[in-house]
């Protein structure tokens, strides 16, 4: 059971521009969800999280909007750079439990 | 701190060998979560231990996979016997109780 989607495996974007990496999910008992940040031949990296009493949390270039109602969520980075490139996971948090579930990834490329 | 640390980094072995994944966790981090990356299902959790005991380990594939966590420094995957269907990045994370987890590099397995 895939609890956590990203649809689009990868996403071209122009330097400067906004990138919009997307997940779904299906089970509505999570505490919160996390996006992850992978580079190649390294482990994920937490980048930014969002509680589930909250529909946005901003850190810097990156934000995180939470659409409760639709089990939607999104990064957005503004404005987008290329050291950004890279695999983003999308992952969620098990309500009372320890675990996180990961989505599949989309691989984000900021072309200079 | 060193972070979380993973051995080997690469290891190519051949089809009914048995294969060891070694990971140390950052020093006083309670939780420990080994993890397998493919392309087809992204980051799936395979077990994950708290103070050293294992708690969920639901997403073990099968028996030929074993973990333990002898104290709270070491962790060993080990699989018996290896298939090429075993070939891929294995992760090794460590949390502070609840709160965010931290990857090690990993360890990409290749079983000819």
């Known amino acids: 059971d895939q609890q956590v989607k990203q649809n689009s495996p990868s996403l071209s974007v122009q330097e400067g521009r906004i990138s919009i990496l997307n997940c779904d999910y299906t089970n509505s008992m999570f505490d919160y969800f996390l996006w992850y940040k992978k580079y190649p031949a390294e482990g994920p990296t937490f980048l930014i999280s969002i509680s589930s009493i909250k529909d946005k949390n901003e850190d810097g270039r990156f934000t995180v909007f939470l659409n409760k109602s639709a089990k939607h969520l999104s990064l957005h980075i503004v404005p987008s750079q290329p050291g950004d490139s890279a695999v983003y996971f999308c992952a969620r948090h098990q309500t009372g439990a320890n675990n996180l579930f990961f989505g599949t990834g989309t691989r984000l490329t900021v072309i200079p | 701190d060193a972070g979380v640390i993973q051995s080997p980094r690469h290891e190519v072995t051949e089809m009914g060998q048995e294969v060891t994944l070694r990971c140390k966790p950052i020093?006083?981090?309670?939780?420990l979560f080994w993890y397998r990356q493919t392309m087809m299902r992204g980051l799936e959790l395979l077990i994950y231990f708290n103070n050293n005991v294992p708690i969920d380990d639901s997403g073990m594939p099968e028996d030929r996979f074993s973990a333990k966590m002898p104290n709270a420094s070491f962790s060993t995957l080990k699989i018996q016997p290896s298939e090429p269907r075993d070939s891929a990045v294995y992760f090794c994370?460590?949390?502070?109780?609840?709160?965010?987890?931290?990857f090690g590099p990993g360890t990409r397995l290749t079983v000819l």
């Open positions: 994370a460590s949390s502070p109780s609840r709160d965010t987890q931290y």
């Open positions: 020093s006083g981090h309670n939780s």
